[in-house]
């Protein structure tokens, strides 16, 4: 529901009564102020969702209270109601920012109408904000698949997309988890709401908190205004926590709360908050050991874990690779104004035996980079902007840290042609990891980095996309 509290200002009590009445048993919550000064000490402290005042007050009245809102509440609607309607003073009241109009004497249908009508208004405005920060990603939420176990992971999207529950998407990076809460919300009774994405691994802890479940004014340095969140965005539609693992523990005990009771309030505010909403989460993590290591809450894991869905990488669907190379491109030729090239039978080679270590989100920057850099209209194996397959697939045995230091080099050195150091060294470290038993110190010491290097490193790659 984007409004919850109405702010009622009359000068004359018994109009006041009766529209906090009316409000109240509409299901609002309802406050009241008896004249404009006391409105604007009230909005300051504590920004209301509406403000309903009468149009006629001394010293000032509706329109220059709706102004001296609109300054510092810019998104606030203000509803003007007056027994002294004209068209004259409608049409002013709206010019300068006024929701809505209302004539005296109001009955509570007509008051419940005006709410509803601004609400409606309010939630369109912002998903169209929301939206158009979305569109300007370039987000293309269109899924190809034709492999049997990607094919099979539809189908179960579709049966889930019909119940309520809540979804908890598991994969590595890459592996178009973003594809499928899209493909759900699509397919659900939701899909006239609104799907809002939050992704939990681009914030800080505050500011996470803050685009979850918004903020009042004054609330944190910074905070200027009173903001909605993403769970009251998402009101009536769908949620999608993107990298839910991510989350600090204390914020998974709020977030736990909203998934049980529905219910939260603003930071810095203490007015809850009702909102329907089906949450969608995703994570590349192994969230069962991240129980078992005391940095996921387990209540939380079991209350997200509703309907789990697994995405599987993109070297255990090969026969998905050349359908999603030719899908992108032909977009990323489209996007330049001119015909699709083709892939030569050698590029087509390349793309087959690659195994995709960044999935879906590797092939298409492959793809995209070399629609830009080809000249004329086929693309060769030697447009592909990736090392060779060997590189990535399981290579004959060999021992990267055994003391023979020639015999290494000679190994490594036609493995390692053509890929850029900052590959090679991601190479160097997730096979030392992989020969120590992940053990990050041991790997840390071997390789002469420090720890927290190391952990750096690892992290930063997390946040790429790239697997680790």
């Known amino acids: 529901m984007a409004i919850q509290r109405v702010l009622v200002v009359d000068d004359d009590p018994l109009s006041r009564e009766f529209l906090v009445d009316a409000i109240s048993a509409l299901g609002y919550q309802a406050e009241q102020a008896s004249g404009p000064q006391e409105a604007l000490a009230k909005a300051a402290g504590s920004a209301p969702d509406l403000v309903l005042s009468d149009l006629r007050m001394p010293g000032m009245d509706g329109i220059e209270l709706t102004e001296a809102l ?22 002013r009241a709206m010019r300068l920012g006024a929701a809505d109009f209302l004539l005296k004497p109001c009955t509570p249908e007509t008051i419940e109408l ?75 009774p939701r899909n006239g709401g609104p799907l809002i994405r939050v992704n939990c691994a681009a914030l800080s802890e505050q500011l996470l908190e803050s685009e979850l479940f918004g903020h009042e004014r004054g609330a944190f340095t910074g905070a200027h205004r009173t903001r909605a969140g993403r769970f009251e ?30 219910e939260f309030e603003r930071v810095g505010g203490t007015v809850t908050m009702k909102v329907d909403v089906r949450v969608i989460a995703t994570t590349n993590r192994d969230l069962p050991n991240e129980v078992a290591e005391n940095r996921f809450r387990e209540d939380l894991y079991y209350r997200l874990h509703v309907l789990p869905l697994e995405i599987a990488p993109l070297r255990e669907r090969a026969q998905d690779i050349l359908p999603l190379a030719e899908h992108f491109l032909a977009h990323y030729a489209g996007a330049d104004g001119r015909p699709a090239p083709r892939f030569s039978r050698e590029a087509t080679e390349r793309l087959e035996q690659w195994s995709w270590p960044g999935n879906v989100r590797e092939l298409e920057n492959v793809i995209q980079r070399a629609v830009v850099l080809v000249q004329g209209d086929t693309i060769e194996a030697d447009d592909l902007a990736f090392g060779p397959a060997v590189v990535v697939r399981e290579p004959a045995p060999f021992d990267p840290l055994r003391d023979d230091k020639a015999e290494r080099e000679r190994e490594l050195s036609p493995r390692l042609a053509n890929l850029a150091m900052a590959d090679i060294e991601r190479v160097a470290i997730l096979a030392t990891l992989k020969c120590t038993g992940n053990n990050k110190t041991e790997a840390a010491r071997r390789l002469g980095l420090t720890a927290r290097t190391l952990s750096n490193k690892l992290k930063l790659w997390r946040s790429t996309g790239l697997p680790v």
């Open 70 to 91: 609109r300054k510092e509440h810019a998104e606030l609607p203000v509803v003007l109601v007056t027994a002294h309607g004209t068209i004259e003073n409608a049409v």
């Open 114 to 188: 005006v709410i509803a009508r601004v609400a409606r208004t309010l939630q369109l405005e912002r998903e169209n904000e929301y939206l158009r920060r979305e569109l300007a990603g370039g987000e293309n939420p269109e899924i190809v698949a034709q492999s049997p176990c990607m094919l099979e992971t539809l189908r179960s999207a579709a049966r889930i997309a019909r119940s309520k529950g809540t979804v908890l998407i598991t994969g590595e990076s890459g592996t178009g988890k973003e594809r499928i809460a899209h493909y759900i919300h699509r397919n659900s």
């Open 233 to 262: 965005l998402a009101d009536g539609g769908t949620l999608m926590l993107d990298e839910i693992g991510e989350i600090s523990t204390a914020l998974q005990s709020k977030l736990l709360r909203v998934l049980e009771e529905e």
